[in-house]
């Protein structure tokens, strides 16, 4: 196919489209609009990077520019993705076409304003969606067509009865489209109870799990050796743009500082961040930085598409959070390194990855050893600064690097109930709180007695 005006599009609309760079459709976008245009509920596999959100924008405004009338719902598992589509869907719009993007950690009343004026196109993640609707603030008997993108994602995140919830509200009879990289058995589900009918349509030869372009490498490491893995695949790989990928929120602060520390530079996303800061790291990354260090919930959504390498610092449990994750490389039909970490008890999970995805991953050999003394001076450094913070008030234990609260102090240094409410609901004015028993009787307090019934004792 030449160019869009063969899915049979609003000339204007083309016109626009080609203004803004986009001369020719995806494959996903040439098999999927014309069934989406059709109004059938289409379920679409296609691997992340392949153009699908362009796929469901499309029928939407060219509704829009052809002046038909109808209300567009997109679910996106994360805020970034949410702002993703709407950015895509505010370059492409006809005029006076009203877009809201609804998402937590942002204003509700902003939102809510944005509702009252009637958008055609509404874009957000679940659990706002759901507090709109609990507050009255936002309707669905009028929507048309609802679109779940990565749906696989959703319900890996947990989303799945907030899905279930939201679709309930829309009318019976609508369109539904379902967007995912992989199809597991929850998705099917939701297509049986939610959707009319639904045409599967599966973009690539089984793409969503073998990502062929990418190399797939991993490398044996324990405790500290992981970092010196880390720094020996860079220095020799030398990749051009990298996403690290962290379990925790924790261990990607430290692997943002070990990379900042040794003059690397890398920009942090993770749900502990506020918007604000997340929104600055993906503009970063986007702008040139070299490295973005990145929980796995938190990534969900980036779109970048001169990524070379995904890195996986802690191997993923599930062979599916691995295609994800590697997913964000090799996109656009580019080539593309994933390199995973693994520890001795995790090599079994490597194996179940070959093969649930179909793929093979080579052991690399790296030279660990130059950077033994340059991780040892980090880790002391680092233990040393986690027991400063917990002399001053103790939050972490630089003995094991584990993390727990001082029990019996509050972050001052000072003592703290384990119960603060019970603490603070027996702090009465009423004098009888005060009183205490003594072996099952009531002693009661004079003068030169405190408010435990104890003598005072003078001062000399």
Known sequence: MSG????????????????????????VQQKAVPLLLSGKDVIVRSKTGSGKTLAFLIPTLNRAYSNHKGITLVLAPTRELALQISTVAEKLKPRGFGIATVYGGASMNVQIDALSRNPRLIIGTPGRIIDLIKREALYLYEISTVVIDEADTMLDMGFIEDVEYILSETPKEKQALLFSATM?????????????????????????????????????????RKLEALLAYINEQNPKKAIVFLKTKREAN??????????????????????????????????????????????????????????????????YVYVHRVGRSARMGKDGNAFTIVNRQEKNIIED?????????????????????????????????????????????????RRFERRGHDSRGGYRSNDRNHDRNNRSNDTNTHNQYDRGKKRRRDDNQDSYGRKFRPFK
């Open 4 to 27: 869009f005006e063969e899915l049979s599009l609003n000339a204007t609309f083309v016109d626009v489209l080609k203004r803004n760079g986009m001369t020719s459709p995806t494959e």
């Open 254 to 319: 430290l692997i943002h500082h070990f990379l900042r520390k040794n003059n690397f530079d890398a920009m942090l996303l993770h749900g502990g961040l506020t918007q604000s800061k997340r929104e600055n790291s993906l503009s970063n990354f986007r702008k040139g930085v070299r490295f973005l260090i990145a929980t796995n919930v938190a990534a969900r959504g980036i779109d970048v598409n001169d990524i070379t390498d995904v890195i996986n610092f802690d191997v993923p449990d599930d062979p």
């Open 353 to 401: 990855i070959k093969y649930v995805a179909k793929i093979n991953i080579n052991l690399i050999n790296l030279d660990t050893y130059p950077y033994k003394d340059l991780v040892a001076n980090f880790l002391i450094e680092e233990k040393s600064r986690s027991s400063f913070r917990d002399e001053r008030g103790g939050r972490r234990f630089g003995n094991n690097n």
């Open 184 to 224: 597991p058995d929850k998705i099917i589900k939701i297509s049986h109870n939610y959707m009319n009918q639904p045409i599967m349509l599966k973009v690539g030869e089984d793409e969503g799990l073998t990502v062929k372009k990418i190399k797939h490498l991993y490398f044996v490491a324990d405790g500290s």
